[in-house]
């Protein structure tokens, strides 16, 4: 039996299924059976929440500032830079959105009902408890529903349940909605559908709100801190200018433009540019961001949580080793692909040494009813392909676990059992005749399929002579018995031991078993005695090639991996220790689902591998390194994955094969499904957050050198050092495109050799305080040597002094680059240059002249300017150096 089969079609007397009018009415009153999307949020909300921003409140209260003082200028880029902000925001999160839709669509089911006597097939959406499904190899259970009746149904639960093996199904039994049917067909009464269903229930589970990001905490803290200062500000300037005797309506213009200039106002515009360049950068390498503070989260992360199926895992099954009597052998090749080759200790076997192989292999072959797909029209099939009929699955139903499911894939897929699937793939690496070859040469008569409690299946073939070759296979322990073998007690205590070794590495092990007889005339199961033993086959989901890689790289930035999956303890425990997730000294114990409950004050965070999880212990599991202060993502694909996914700082969907759940859940959807992509993830993130903190450190210590030439000016016989324009004028050019700038800025070299920042730490810790005392200290010091020599050569000193504190502020940019010659961000490079064109504009060009009231500088004034932006420089490269060993921008 491969693909879909209706040989034995439910008769419509029997099961009549309701009439279409009753569907419709229970339609009505049970509403349509989908979990309800999230209400789409208005454009307004989008704006408000944008708004609410502390520093951009802030900037609000700047704006009202400089419109007070007259000056408009200013307060038309203070508010084009709130526009913009929110206007990046907004359509970074409509434009996630919209792509999420757009997978969803992809997804959407559909159903074989019975309805009024006749099969019929309608959206899932639209099936209603009491409806009769049919359910066929690649279906969809549309709802949740209890089994009727069931001929060798084999059914994939792993979106609910985590567990990666397909689960064998007898009538009676109840099926859930979201689970793949791999194998056999049945018939099944729905029984509750929508939010009533077992996925409905999960999706309940999610919360719609979303907690501050790390990043929005620290800058409402931040914002907290300058509106406090800046108020100081203003009556600290203003007082002192009174004591001095200057006219009251002077300083009130000099407070209020001095405490525009402490605020860095370019701040949120270089945050968002910096989110919405890391979202981008993202999206081409497989990201999708749903909200776009989570770019900067990411790089926070120093716990991911991670499931194992299709995630550290291929998401197939496929033969890694075979065992026989004469002895055994490594199978080489990935996914289902046909291709790879058979090797013992590394060399090639001898075509005697194949044989006893290739026996066991064909009979693993035969006593089969998966196929293998070949890759999709467009890409270029291989030789040797062995397919079957019912390899096309209908359309809206869905390919059974590990299949292709994108557009011109080259990938091979399993059509039916994956784990036959896979015994067909090792059969044509061994070099066996192909299933058409076979089953042609050797034709099926009869069959005893495979059920819970024989735990083997056996199959009957003709032979070209007449006889009859019996195949079967199987679990060890119901094979590997005197009642089924006749081989010698201490082969079977040899092939028992090599079974056990293979599982407790994690392998899933069948027995394969066979003989040739003259006659049979008994049923199939009759035959399943008095059989010789072929050999073992040991089948796992093996870790994707990069698993291991990302792990290490995680481990390199300070990131604790845990995994937590539905499957078996002894499968997780064999990937962690493949994928290096558990090294030597880490804790090595696997703690089920069972135990955890019998446990509940188990320390979740001194665990690192967990198996037979249910969604609220994995919520338990998020929710306990959460409390210990870890920022925490978590990937997953299913529907029990989507309360985890919301709970965690970041949660990661799989965008090909997850489900529409898990994507709503989400903050980031992977487009590639590859745990790869969320290091590179977790490096965007890093590398914002260093740009903010770059930003901070060279807008808040040129802020901080403006306030301090204008106290200690005074002092130095500089009366007013420098007028309110002036002082607006610097500030526009030093945060105005040089800032935002500095927010495209490329990643550090050192950025994933560090660990994660603690969340708790403030945006100015880990050095950024003492960077931006240093640096204000110098900027003041040479912008006032400038300014007294220039007074002291009789020069425009003001005007000196106003051109090298812009020049000092500009060399100060350029000094903080990671990478100082990179050509990856040359906006920098380009506004620094054009910020120091207007700034002689602002001492050649009449009218800025008038405005500014400055005057050309001459030659020397320009010396004096250059040599204190050179100083600058030099100071900041310093400080890069010594603050080295540190977590630094």
Same mark, same amino acid.
């Given at each position: 039996?491969?693909?879909?089969?209706?040989?034995?079609?439910?008769?419509?007397?029997?099961?009549?299924?309701?009439?279409?009018?009753?569907?419709?009415?229970?339609?009505?009153?049970?509403?349509?059976?989908?979990?309800? +999307?999230?209400?789409?949020? !208005?454009?307004?909300?989008?704006?408000?929440?944008?708004?609410?921003?502390?520093?951009?409140?802030?900037?609000?209260?700047?704006?009202?500032?400089?419109?007070?003082?007259?000056?408009?200028?200013?307060?038309?880029?203070?508010?084009?830079?709130?526009?913009?902000?929110?206007?990046?925001?907004?359509?970074?999160?409509?434009?996630?959105?919209?792509?999420?839709?757009?997978?969803?669509?992809?997804?959407?089911?559909?159903?074989?009902?019975?309805?009024?006597?006749?099969?019929?097939?309608?959206?899932?959406?639209?099936?209603?408890?009491?409806?009769?499904?049919?359910?066929?190899?690649?279906?969809?259970?549309?709802?949740?529903?209890?089994?009727?009746?069931?001929?060798?149904?084999?059914?994939?639960?792993?979106?609910?349940?985590?567990?990666?093996?397909?689960?064998?199904?007898?009538?009676?039994? !109840?099926?859930?909605?979201?689970?793949?049917?791999?194998?056999?067909?049945?018939?099944?009464?729905?029984?509750?559908?929508?939010?009533?269903?077992?996925?409905?229930?999960?999706?309940?589970?999610?919360?719609?709100? *979303?907690?501050?990001? +790390?990043?929005?905490?620290?800058?409402?803290?931040?914002?907290?801190?300058?509106?406090?200062?800046?108020?100081?500000?203003?009556?600290?300037?203003?007082?002192?200018?009174?004591?001095?005797?200057?006219?009251?309506?002077?300083?009130?213009?000099?407070?209020?433009?001095?405490?525009?200039?402490?605020?860095?106002?370019? %701040?949120?515009?270089?945050?968002?540019?910096?989110?919405?360049?890391?979202?981008?950068?993202?999206?081409?390498?497989?990201?999708?961001?749903?909200?776009?503070?989570?770019?900067?989260?990411?790089?926070?992360?120093?716990?991911?949580?991670?499931?194992?199926?299709?995630?550290?895992?291929?998401?197939?099954?496929?033969?890694?080793?075979?065992?026989?009597?004469?002895?055994?052998?490594?199978?080489?090749?990935?996914?289902?692909?046909?291709?790879?080759?058979?090797?013992?200790?590394?060399?090639?076997?001898?075509?005697?040494?194949?044989?006893?192989?290739?026996?066991?292999?064909?009979?693993?072959?035969?006593?089969?009813?998966?196929?293998?797909?070949?890759?999709?029209?467009?890409?270029?099939?291989?030789?040797?392909?062995?397919?079957?009929?019912?390899?096309? !699955?209908?359309?809206?139903?869905?390919? &059974?676990?590990?299949?292709?499911?994108?557009?011109?894939?080259?990938?091979?897929?399993?059509?039916?059992?994956?784990?036959?699937?896979?015994?067909?793939?090792?059969?044509?690496?061994?070099?066996?005749?192909?299933?058409?070859?076979?089953?042609?040469?050797?034709?099926?008569?009869?069959?005893?399929?495979?059920?819970?409690?024989?735990?083997?299946?056996?199959?009957? *073939?003709?032979?070209?002579? &007449?006889?009859?070759?019996?195949?079967?296979?199987?679990?060890?322990?119901?094979?590997?018995? !005197?009642?089924?073998?006749?081989?010698?007690?201490?082969?079977?205590?040899?092939?028992?031991?090599?079974?056990?070794?293979?599982?407790?590495?994690?392998?899933?092990?069948?027995?394969?078993?066979?003989?040739?007889?003259?006659?049979?005339?008994?049923?199939?199961?009759?035959?399943?005695?008095?059989?010789?033993?072929?050999?073992?086959?040991?089948?796992?989901?093996?870790?994707?090639?990069?698993?291991?890689?990302?792990?290490?790289?995680?481990?390199?930035?300070?990131?604790?991996?845990?995994?937590?999956?539905?499957?078996?303890?002894?499968?997780?425990?064999?990937?962690?220790?493949?994928?290096?997730?558990?090294?030597?000294?880490?804790? &090595?114990?696997?703690?089920?689902?069972?135990?955890?409950?019998?446990?509940?004050?188990?320390?979740?965070?001194?665990?690192?591998?967990?198996?037979?999880?249910?969604?609220?212990?994995?919520?338990?599991?998020?929710?306990?390194?959460?409390?210990?202060?870890?920022?925490?993502?978590?990937?997953?694909?299913?529907?029990?994955?989507?309360?985890?996914?919301?709970?965690?700082?970041?949660?990661?969907?799989?965008?090909?094969?997850?489900?529409?759940?898990?994507?709503?859940?989400?903050?980031?959807?992977?487009?590639?499904?590859?745990?790869?992509?969320?290091?590179?993830?977790?490096?965007?993130?890093?590398?914002?957050?260093?740009?903010?903190?770059?930003?901070?450190?060279?807008?808040?210590?040129? &802020?901080?050198?403006?306030?301090?030439?204008?106290?200690?000016?005074?002092? %130095?016989?500089?009366?007013?050092?420098?007028?309110?324009?002036?002082?607006?004028?610097?500030?526009?050019?030093?945060?105005?495109?040089?800032?935002?700038?500095?927010?495209?800025?490329?990643?550090?070299?050192?950025?994933?050799?560090?660990?994660?920042?603690?969340?708790?730490? *403030?945006?100015?810790?880990?050095?950024?305080?003492?960077?931006?005392?240093?640096?204000?200290?110098?900027?003041?010091?040479?912008?006032?040597?400038?300014?007294?020599?220039?007074?002291?050569?009789?020069?425009?000193?003001?005007?000196?002094?106003?051109?090298?504190?812009?020049?000092?502020?500009?060399?100060?940019?350029?000094?903080?680059?990671?990478? %100082? %010659?990179?050509?990856?961000?040359?906006?920098?490079?380009?506004?620094?240059?054009?910020?120091?064109?207007?700034?002689?504009?602002?001492?050649?060009?009449?009218?800025?002249?008038?405005?500014?009231?400055?005057?050309?500088?001459?030659?020397?004034?320009?010396?004096?300017?250059?040599?204190?932006?050179?100083?600058?420089?030099?100071?900041?490269?310093?400080?890069?150096?010594?603050?080295?060993?540190?977590?630094?921008?």
């Amino acid at each position: 039996m491969t693909g879909r089969t209706d040989t034995q079609p439910v008769r419509a007397q029997d099961h009549p299924g309701l009439t279409q009018a009753e569907a419709e009415r229970r339609l009505v009153r049970h509403g349509r059976n989908e979990v309800a +999307p999230p209400p789409p949020t !208005p454009l307004y909300r989008r704006v408000l929440a944008q708004l609410r921003d502390p520093l951009i409140m802030v900037l609000l209260g700047a704006a009202v500032l400089t419109v007070a003082i007259g000056d408009h200028s200013d307060a038309v880029v203070i508010a084009l830079v709130i526009v913009v902000n929110t206007t990046v925001g907004v359509a970074q999160e409509v434009r996630a959105d919209r792509a999420v839709a757009a997978l969803s669509a992809l997804s959407a089911p559909h159903a074989r009902v019975l309805r009024d006597g006749a099969a019929h097939e309608i959206a899932a959406a639209l099936v209603v408890p009491g409806d009769t499904l049919l359910l066929g190899e690649g279906d969809i259970v549309a709802a949740d529903a209890e089994l009727t009746e069931a001929s060798a149904l084999l059914m994939d639960e792993s979106m609910l349940t985590g567990e990666s093996e397909p689960v064998d199904k007898a009538p009676g039994r !109840p099926v859930s909605a979201g689970t793949v049917v791999v194998r056999g067909r049945g018939t099944a009464t729905a029984t509750a559908t929508g939010s009533a269903s077992a996925l409905g229930r999960i999706a309940a589970l999610l919360d719609a709100g *979303h907690d501050p990001t +790390p990043l929005q905490r620290r800058l409402a803290s931040l914002g907290r801190v300058l509106a406090v200062a800046t108020i100081a500000l203003c009556v600290l300037v203003f007082t002192l200018g009174l004591l001095r005797g200057l006219a009251p309506g002077t300083m009130a213009v000099t407070a209020i433009s001095l405490a525009v200039a402490a605020v860095p106002e370019s %701040l949120p515009a270089v945050v968002t540019l910096a989110l919405a360049l890391g979202a981008r950068r993202m999206a081409a390498r497989g990201a999708l961001v749903r909200r776009l503070p989570a770019v900067e989260t990411l790089g926070s992360v120093s716990v991911l949580a991670t499931d194992k199926t299709g995630t550290l895992t291929e998401g197939r099954m496929v033969v890694q080793h075979v065992w026989t009597p004469s002895g055994g052998a490594d199978v080489s090749g990935s996914g289902y692909e046909p291709h790879g080759e058979l090797t013992r200790a590394g060399r090639a076997l001898t075509p005697e040494e194949l044989r006893p192989l290739r026996e066991l292999l064909t009979t693993a072959a035969l006593c089969n009813d998966a196929s293998l797909k070949p890759p999709a029209p467009g890409s270029a099939p291989r030789s040797g392909s062995a397919t079957g009929p019912g390899s096309a !699955p209908r359309p809206g139903s869905a390919p &059974g676990p590990g299949s292709a499911t994108r557009p011109g894939s080259a990938a091979w897929s399993a059509v039916g059992d994956p784990m036959e699937a896979a015994l067909l793939s090792a059969a044509a690496k061994a070099g066996c005749p192909t299933p058409a070859e076979l089953r042609q040469a050797r034709p099926r008569i009869a069959e005893a399929p495979f059920d819970s409690l024989r735990k083997r299946m056996t199959t009957l *073939h003709r032979l070209p002579d &007449g006889n009859v070759l019996v195949c079967l296979k199987g679990a060890p322990e119901a094979v590997l018995t !005197p009642l089924v073998l006749t081989d010698p007690p201490e082969r079977l205590t040899e092939a028992r031991e090599q079974a056990a070794a293979l599982a407790a590495h994690g392998y899933r092990v069948l027995a394969v078993a066979g003989t040739e007889r003259q006659q049979w005339h008994l049923p199939a199961a009759e035959a399943e005695q008095g059989l010789r033993l072929l050999g073992l086959i040991a089948i796992s989901d093996p870790p994707k090639a990069a698993a291991a890689a990302t792990l290490a790289a995680c481990r390199d930035a300070g990131i604790t991996s845990v995994l937590i999956t539905g499957d078996h303890p002894a499968t997780a425990r064999a990937i962690a220790e493949r994928t290096g997730l558990v090294q030597d000294g880490e804790p &090595g114990e696997v703690l089920t689902g069972p135990e955890l409950a019998a446990s509940p004050d188990t320390d979740l965070t001194g665990v690192r591998v967990f198996a037979r999880t249910d969604p609220q212990q994995k919520l338990d599991i998020v929710h306990a390194w959460r409390a210990r202060g870890a920022v925490t993502a978590m990937t997953g694909d299913g529907v029990n994955d989507g309360p985890a996914l919301r709970q965690a700082d970041i949660g990661v969907a799989m965008g090909a094969r997850g489900t529409e759940v898990a994507r709503q859940a989400a903050d980031l959807v992977l487009t590639d499904d590859e745990l790869s992509t969320v290091v590179t993830a977790v490096e965007e993130g890093r590398r914002v957050y260093d740009n903010i903190r770059r930003f901070l450190v060279y807008a808040m210590a040129g &802020g901080a050198a403006e306030i301090l030439v204008m106290l200690i000016g005074p002092l %130095l016989g500089l009366a007013l050092p420098l007028r309110a324009g002036q002082i607006l004028w610097i500030n526009l050019l030093t945060h105005g495109m040089t800032g935002v700038a500095m927010g495209a800025e490329p990643v550090s070299p050192e950025a994933m050799r560090r660990p994660p920042r603690p969340p708790g730490q *403030h945006i100015l810790a880990a050095g950024v305080w003492q960077r931006l005392i240093v640096l204000a200290s110098a900027v003041t010091a040479v912008s006032l040597l400038a300014g007294v020599a220039a007074r002291a050569m009789d020069l425009p000193w003001q005007s000196v002094l106003f051109l090298a504190l812009l020049a000092a502020q500009l060399g100060v940019a350029l000094g903080l680059r990671a990478r %100082l %010659l990179t050509r990856a961000n040359l906006f920098l490079p380009a506004s620094v240059a054009g910020s120091a064109v207007l700034a002689m504009a602002a001492l050649h060009v009449p009218a800025l002249q008038s405005l500014l009231d400055t005057e050309p500088v001459g030659r020397t004034g320009l010396w004096l300017a250059a040599a204190a932006a050179l100083a600058a420089f030099v100071t900041a490269r310093l400080l890069r150096g010594a603050f080295r060993g540190k977590a630094r921008p």
